[in-house]
């Protein structure tokens, strides 16, 4: 029974060489699988395998369990580890035609699951996929021109195509080879076992011809097939890169180096960013990356955050403020406190998570993995059928032949196995851009089919603090002089309506004498030589006479948190209310537009929250909410998320705080807001990295464009393959056209999945 993360299991990433089609990826999976425990996913577009392993597992086994499957393996260091590298050798072994050791590798040399992708022997001293097509392309134009056309042929025409089109074959088709061998070694059929017997067949049927003199040969077929296959996979590999450019991105923000501060603020040593650690004190200059996560000691500056949050916009930060690793202080100088270094910071937790989100599997990519898994053996025995259907019904030898060729090019299912993980890595890797972090391929299906979209209320459609929302004075008395004296009575208090008071009133609150809390209720002291109060209602009512009509209207129509304020005008007079204070938690100023957008998108919002009532419809009016379900604690809120899904609803909720997190986890597809409590975030599928409920309409947005453009792929690659393999079986598909169809399904494939590249 294998182990899982969750049950103490050790999570490993391999990456590996040498897989060219979903066939492969299965073989991968059911070696890795077989060792005792062990569980695995792997992915062809990352060319990765994420493997969850008990304790005595050691990573040599796992390497070993790779290398029985015919493929090489690499063990990946953490993708947060900064600027040190690790060799660690598990030996050495035959691999095509150079030993070479498997070892360990930096996050920099891997740029994550993504940066692995490489041409077959894209190695120091090898030979490249690039530089094999090109030598093939010039020996088979010659080869397909006096193949074609009769004044060419001159005598001892074939044998001179005979060699040109050998070493096409041959030497430039040996990355195809090589892995038929290897997967023949190990008693399977991969996509290259069918590259494999094509150009083979029909290199061998010409020699024979020629040598025999007699009968036709297909020369131009082997060569043409291989030149334009081996194109195919220059042309995938180039775009495999770009696909992954995000990741690399989000991986290369981390800064190399960092200035050390001196004790008295000024520029110290520049050392390694590994030799950064928490509680250290460094300084950001400006146009400089900030080395870490940390706290603003001294200094102000605009910071942009737009490759963490998608925001243009720079925000401005100061002592007090806290600051994200990898984020570019764009003008200003800053000391910053180390408070998170290398792994433990923001933005290796968000390259953990879209690297974890690529590595994953959707349930329609393990579909299409079952069923590559079993097409290479059905093509072949569908050649064979093809070719002996041909003889059967009395046509020429030659003309079996071709056929069955035609066959087995057609058929390799290397599109149907690139479909959905490259779509998965070009969407959560533009997600990252944007501030969506995904946790897998799940959440992007199921965020494509959500119909309810439940809201918390604080800190989600609201900004999470209080502000002064409104002032209503009586008769004589101005604003300015009722919020500064409220200013000075809470000034000292760490309550959110005493600091959204004072901030409220703006500048330096004045001095207060003879102070006093009164727990609960409100606060009472001398301001400016006049006793003074502010608290709630019934505390006012304690203070002074009855509200004066203005004020006392204004307390019965709140649907906010009143704070009554009121002094004596002298020494001897009695104390008298003199305005209300209206403060509540203010609305996020894009939260109204947030939902339009999510109704546009055939999404129902609620606002579910545990306020009361009234304030709840406030906040609900204010943004364009119909349903409102107030009062509930997180028991509450639970209960209603069941209760929507078993009325048949696709529930997303959408939190922050530690009382949400089981509504998140019980919801179809759980969103955290950013900035948000910790259990949030580990209960939720999907994080936005910006605080702004903008950004969720975003997910669902970019979560059903990927799913689009996964059915669009999976129709491409099925119907291809279904459209095809008929006409080549008939006969009326030439076996060079169906090369370039094959080669060229596979960059539809990817090219199709770049268009995600450009979502916004």
Same mark, same amino acid.
């Given at each position: 029974m294998a182990v899982t993360e969750e049950a103490g299991g050790r999570p490993v990433v391999l990456d590996i060489d040498g897989m060219t089609c979903a066939s492969c990826v299965a073989r991968v999976e059911k070696r890795l699988r077989s060792v005792p425990g062990v569980d695995a996913s792997v992915n062809l577009a990352t060319e990765s395998a994420r493997v969850t392993a008990p304790a005595g597992v050691e990573d040599d086994a796992l390497v070993a369990a790779v290398r029985s499957a015919g493929y090489d393996a690499v063990v990946r260091r953490p993708a947060a580890t900064q600027g040190r590298t690790v060799r660690h050798d598990h030996g050495v072994?035959?691999?095509?035609d150079r030993e070479h050791g498997v070892h360990e590798r930096s996050a920099h040399?891997?740029?994550?699951?993504?940066?692995?992708?490489?041409?077959?022997?894209?190695?120091? #001293?090898?030979?490249?996929?690039?530089?094999?097509?090109?030598?093939?392309?010039?020996?088979?134009?010659?080869?397909?021109?006096?193949?074609?056309?009769?004044?060419l042929q001159v005598p001892g025409w074939q044998w001179a195509a005979l060699v040109a089109t050998a070493v096409v074959v041959v030497w430039g088709g040996w990355p195809f080879h090589r892995a038929a061998f290897a997967a023949a070694r190990h008693g399977a059929a991969t996509m290259d076992t069918l590259i494999t017997l094509g150009t083979a067949a029909a290199l061998l049927w010409s020699a024979g011809a020629t040598v025999l003199g007699d009968g036709h040969v297909y020369f131009e077929t082997a060569a043409v097939i291989t030149v334009f296959l081996l194109l195919g996979r220059v042309i995938e590999q180039r775009s495999k890169r770009t696909a992954g450019a995000a990741l690399r991105a989000l991986l290369e923000l981390g800064a190399k180096d960092v200035v050390l501060a001196a004790p008295d603020g000024r520029d110290g040593a520049r050392v390694p960013i590994g030799s950064l650690a928490e509680g250290d004190r460094f300084v950001v200059r400006p146009g400089e990356r900030i080395a870490a996560d940390g706290v603003v000691e001294s200094g102000s500056a605009a910071v942009d955050t737009s490759m963490l949050t998608g925001e243009s916009v720079p925000v401005a930060r100061g002592e007090g403020d806290s600051v994200t690793g990898g984020t570019i202080a764009a003008d200003g100088r800053l000391v910053v406190v180390a408070t998170a270094v290398g792994e433990a910071t923001r933005l290796a937790h968000m390259a953990r998570l879209v690297e974890d989100a690529q590595a994953g599997k959707s349930r329609v990519q393990r579909l299409a993995d079952r069923i590559s898994a079993v097409f290479v053996p059905i093509v072949i025995a569908l050649a064979v059928a093809t070719f002996a259907g041909w003889l059967i019904a009395g046509q020429p030898v030659d003309a079996a032949f071709t056929a069955a060729v035609a066959v087995v090019i057609i058929a390799c299912p290397c599109a149907l196995g690139l479909a959905t993980p490259v779509a998965i890595l070009v969407g959560t890797g533009r997600g990252a851009q944007r501030g969506i972090l995904v946790t897998g391929p799940e959440a992007i299906e199921t965020a494509g089919g959500v119909d309810v979209v439940v809201l918390d209320k604080t800190g989600t459609v609201t900004q999470g603090r209080m502000a002064v929302e409104g002032v209503v004075v009586a008769g004589g008395v101005s604003e300015r002089d009722a919020l500064r004296t409220a200013a000075a009575l809470e000034g000292a208090s760490a309550h959110p309506i005493a600091r959204a008071v004072v901030e409220a009133a703006g500048g330096e609150p004045d001095a207060v004498e003879d102070f006093r809390d009164h727990a609960g209720r409100g606060v009472t002291g001398v301001v400016g030589g006049r006793r003074a109060f502010a608290g709630s209602p019934a505390f006012a009512a304690d203070q002074s006479t009855r509200l004066p009509d203005a004020l006392a209207e204004a307390v019965d129509d709140a649907v906010a948190t009143v704070v009554v304020v009121g002094w004596a005008e002298d020494a001897d007079a009695p104390l008298e209310a003199r305005a209300v204070l209206l403060v509540a938690d203010a609305v996020r100023s894009d939260s109204a537009a947030a939902?339009?957008?999510?109704?546009?998108?055939? /999404?129902e919002p609620v606002l579910l929250t545990g306020d009361a009532e009234p304030i709840a419809r406030r906040v609900a009016d204010a943004v364009g909410i119909d349903r409102v379900v107030a009062g509930t604690d997180p028991e509450g809120k639970l209960a209603e998320i069941a209760r929507l899904r078993a009325d048949g609803h696709r529930v997303a909720m959408v939190g922050d705080g530690v009382n949400d997190a089981a509504a998140?986890?019980?919801?179809?597809? #759980?969103?955290?807001?950013?900035?948000?409590?910790?259990?949030? /975030?580990?209960?939720?599928?999907?994080?936005?990295?910006?605080?702004?409920?903008?950004?969720?309409?975003?997910?669902?947005?970019?979560?059903?464009?990927?799913?689009?453009?996964?059915?669009?792929?999976?129709?491409?690659?099925? #119907?291809?393959?279904?459209?095809?393999?008929?006409?080549?079986?008939?006969? /009326?598909?030439?076996?060079?056209?169906?090369?370039?169809?094959m080669a060229f399904s596979s960059v539809f494939v990817v090219l199709n999945s770049l268009r995600l590249r450009r979502f916004r």
């Open positions: 072994h035959e691999h095509g040399e891997h740029a994550g699951a993504a940066g692995h992708v490489h041409d077959v022997e894209d190695r120091p #001293g090898a030979v490249t996929l690039r530089t094999r097509l090109v030598v093939s392309a010039v020996l088979a134009v010659p080869v397909v021109l006096v193949s074609m056309i009769m004044p939902i339009a957008r999510l109704r546009a998108l055939g /999404l998140l986890a019980a919801a179809d597809l #759980g969103i955290a807001m950013g900035g948000g409590a910790d259990a949030a /975030l580990h209960a939720s599928d999907v994080t936005l990295v910006r605080a702004s409920l903008d950004a969720a309409a975003d997910a669902v947005r970019l979560s059903r464009r990927t799913m689009s453009i996964i059915r669009g792929n999976l129709v491409w690659a099925f #119907g291809y393959n279904v459209a095809a393999i008929p006409l080549a079986a008939l006969g /009326l598909l030439d076996p060079m056209i169906a090369a370039a169809a």
